[in-house]
Structure formats: structure tokens, C-alpha cells
């Protein structure tokens, strides 16, 4: 039976599931219910939901080439999920990951193909171009956020655009390739990303993106710093009353958070296509920011939902050509986890708005 106290703040408090168990679980309802709304999708264009998935399965990890195929593929989604977790865990939303993983890329194909430097050091420069790029492509929208408080998200939103049209237009009527396609000249193979295997374009990116995976939980858990980030994720106003210089901060975890996104574009551009072209990385940035969303915005969560989208990419190229489902399908079964998570991130900025809280717990 009951009593008076059980209905205390402090008792429903200590109902409450751990916060990490608590976001696995709705990560994991928000996986179901796009399979469900993915199986129906799949109906309605008249086919059977389990021979779409399972030659989904096979397209994406049927043979160590297809492997090869969605590791490839997830490679820039790590690198750009990890660019969305250092924003989401500042407390800040940057969905702009798309229009600097574009800059990096052309900066680092700039590099490539306009310098001769040696086997090494060239490909050094040109990730660090990349890197620069990134970030000198979200200092405005950091600088309006840290310093009058304007919404993030729309500026970086809008940002994605401009930095797309730029490069468009740079491939086509700047440094189009004589006789080609619209793409630049390829790139000196001294700035080659080192290639894993013979039969596949899998590179060392794949290494890059998940030392930062790492990395960056690692500066999470273990530094000062890290701390701090963490605290004004949870609770901006908390971190500003307690000492942390939120506006430097803020302008800091943005500008990181770009010159990541920016080296996603360049390791994209050395280790795949070896030449900037246009629309080389279609939707990368974005499936980045639905990774760490996914993830909760867990670093280390990250490289599993990146693999997840990667396999997704490879294996409806199978899907494609042996089922009467389109790829598009893909497109909607991504659409179904968008609309699940914002329904969850809707649901705990309500409750932690009414605990004093900004924008994220994780």
C-alpha cells in the first residue's frame, strides 16, 4: 500500500532510471519503431519488409569486401559525428557539419593539387587545411552565439548552403579540370590518405576518426576541461554561477566542433575521390548529426551508430538491384529515426526546463 511519501519529489526521484540507461532505451525504441515504419514503407511499394532487410544485411556485410564497403562508408560519418557530439556536449547545436566537412574537403583538394611537398608532410598540410577550413567556416555563426546569444541553429543551418554553392561554383568556373567533369584536378599522390586494402578504397581515415572517438571521450572523462563542457551541457546558467567562462567556452566548442566537420570533408577528399567534385559528399554531415543524436551524444556511441548508417549506404546498393525497393527507402528509414529522437530531445528539454536546465543531459 502506498504512502503520502511515495509521491514526494524525492521518492519519484529515486524511481527514476540512470540517465544512461535511460537514453539507451529510447535510442533503442527509436531503432524499432523506424524498422516498423521502414517495413511499412516497403510494403507499400510491394515488396516483402524481411527479404528488404536481409539483402540489406548482405549488401552491407555479406563479404569482406562489402565490409570494406560500409566501414568506407561510415568513415566520414564517425568523423562528423564526433564533429556534432563536441557541440551537443557544450551545450550548443551545430548543424552545420555538412557545409564544413564541403569546405575542408576543397581545402584539402586545394592543397593537393596547387602545392608539391613531400610523401607525408603534403598530406599533413592538406588535413590541416582541411582542419582550418572547418573552422574558419563556423566563426561567425560561434561568434553571434558567444557573444549575442543568437540561435545557433539556424545560422549553421543556413551556412550549409552558402558553403555547398561556394565550392559548386569554385569546381565548375574556377578550377573546373580542362575537359573533365565538374570536379578540380586530382590531387599529387604524395597527399594520398594511405589505403588499408587492395580491394578497397577504405583508408586511414577509418583510424583518424576513431582515435577522436576516443580521444574525445577521454577528454570527457578525464580533464578539467572536459568537465567543464559537461557542465554547461547539462546546465548553462549552473556553469556560468559556478566560475566556467560560458562565452569563451562557447566560441571554443563551436570552433572545434567546425574544424572537425572540416576534417571529415579533407579525409574524404585524400583517401576517396583524390579531387574535389561537386557534391562529392552527399548527406555525410548530415548523417553525422543524426549519429550523435542516436548516440546520445557519446563519442564512443558514435562510431557504432556511424557503422550503422555506413551499412545502411553500402547495403542498399544491393538492395537496389535485387529487391523492387528503392534506396530511397533508406532515405525514409532515416527520416523515421530523425522524427523519433527529436520527439525524445522535445520530451527532455521539457523536463529539464522545468529542473532549470538548457538544452541537454547526457
Known sequence: MSTEADTTPTARAGRQLPAWLEGLLGQMVALVIAIIGGGIIVMLVGEDPILVFTTLLRGAFGSSERIAGSLLQATPIIIAGVAACIALRGGLFNIGVEGQLYMGGFAAAFVGFQFALPAGLHMVVALAAAVVAGGLWILIPAFFRARFGTNEVVSTILSNYVAILLTSYLTIDVFKRPGGWSETAPIATTAYLPQLFDFSRLNFGLFIGLALAVGFHLFLTRTSTGYEMNTMGSNMKFAEYGGIPVRRNILIVLLCSGAVGGLAGGVETLGVHHRFMEGFAPGFGFDGVIAALLANGSPIGVIFTAIFFGALRAGSLLMEVET??????????????????????????????????????F
Open 324 to 361: 523492387n525497393a528503392s534506396r530511397e527507402v533508406i532515405t525514409v528509414f532515416q527520416a523515421f529515426i530523425i522524427l523519433c529522437v527529436s520527439a525524445q530531445v522535445l520530451l527532455r528539454r521539457r523536463r529539464d526546463s522545468n529542473q532549470g536546465e538548457r538544452r541537454w543531459r
